[in-house]
Nanobody
């Protein structure tokens, strides 16, 4: 079983920055894509950013100028740097990790941006 531990969620004011982290551990059979999705009340879970093992990145078009994704050298920790946060970024952010042909999800970390 693979465990994902997320950290970094917080409450900030508009214009602030946060850095989310997610570390994968446990029975990691293989290492695949890793990234972040987010979900706000009443909405679907949407892609924020994801990164392949070869460092190919995909970031939601509306977030490209403010959010950056990165991974550590071991490829088991993923980071999301979020700058110039806006109230509409308020959501639960979920870490995603593909390993051994399965998708794993973290429990989510709350990001709240106040105006």
């Amino acid at each position: 079983q693979v465990q994902l531990v997320e950290s970094g969620g917080d409450s900030v004011q508009s214009g602030g920055s946060l850095r989310l982290s997610c570390r994968a551990s446990g029975s990691i059979v293989s290492i695949g894509d890793m990234g972040w999705y987010r979900q706000s009340p009443g909405n679907e879970r949407d892609l924020v950013a994801r990164m392949s093992v070869s460092n190919r990145t995909t970031i939601a078009d509306s977030l490209k100028d403010r959010f950056t994704i990165s991974r550590d050298n071991a490829k088991t920790t993923v980071y999301l740097q979020m700058n110039n946060l806006k109230p509409e970024d308020t959501a639960v952010y979920f870490c995603y990790f593909r390993s051994g042909g399965r998708d794993y999800w973290g429990q989510g970390t709350q990001v709240t941006v106040s105006s």
